[in-house]
């Protein structure tokens, strides 16, 4: 999006969260199938689950190049979730910003909370499960993980939720339909805050010659009545 004189207007970033098996993944896919965003991959070291695809869902490597690139400050957040590494690039995430496009993560709460730090503009969402119990539902009949780890998974769950204050917003992910529209909803309203609409209401105080000279003529017509 452009500004008069050809002055670019930056992107906003996005930045969802939520437990694990809250759903994220597929809420942030039905939501960019209708909102136009870039969408950050993310860097992890845990394996793909099945059907995840390297470059598409996440960029799977081994933790010694995790390391390298964080040692490089390659990263705009990184943490470490269930014994694994997560981290977004940062070179990426800049570049589209500054063309004027939203961009959105989907991230673990550490690494949300450290992009707030280094990017207070930001705008945090939070998605939480309907319960507890509902989300224990989801976890189990996914099958992805022992019991073991679906207990962490929950306790670290109401660890998190109990950092919902620090976030702009947050979405129950109930019925998927409706938590989506609430993403969507958020995304809009955001580019209709004035620093987003400045185009616009450049464009509402122009003047068209061609059209000014038709109302001209119709002006006289009426004032000859």
């Not at 070291?45 to 390391?67: I, K, L, N, S």
């Not at 917003?169 to 805050?193: G, P, W």
């Not at 185009?199 to 006289?220: C, F, N, T």
Request: zero cysteines; proline letters at 4%; charged letters at 35%.
């Amino acid at each position: 999006m452009q500004r008069g004189k050809g002055e670019m207007v930056r992107g906003d970033l996005f930045v969802m969260t939520g437990a694990s098996g809250v759903g994220k993944g597929t809420l942030r896919a039905r939501l960019m199938e209708r909102v136009k965003l870039r969408y950050s991959i993310s860097m992890t070291t845990r394996p793909p689950r099945e059907g995840e695809r390297h470059g598409v869902d996440y960029w799977f490597v081994d933790e010694a190049t995790f390391e390298r690139i964080k040692r490089e400050g390659g990263f705009l957040e990184h943490a470490t979730y269930v014994g694994y590494s997560y981290g977004t690039p940062k070179a990426p995430v800049e570049r589209a910003l500054a063309r004027g496009e939203d961009v959105l993560l989907e991230i673990e709460v550490q690494g949300a909370l450290q992009v707030a730090e280094k990017m207070p503009e930001a705008q945090l969402i939070f998605v939480i499960p309907p319960s507890l119990s509902e989300l224990r539902q989801r976890l189990l009949l996914r099958g992805k993980d022992s019991l073991e780890k679906i207990e962490k998974r929950l306790e670290r769950a109401r660890e998190e939720i109990a950092l919902a204050d620090r976030f702009h917003y947050v979405v129950v992910n109930d019925l998927l339909a409706d938590a989506v529209a609430d993403l969507e909803r958020i995304i809009l309203t955001r580019r209709r805050i004035v620093k987003r609409m400045r185009p616009a209401l450049e464009r509402a105080l122009e003047r068209d010659p061609d059209l000014e000279a038709e109302l001209d003529e119709i002006a006289k017509r009426m004032q000859g009545r």
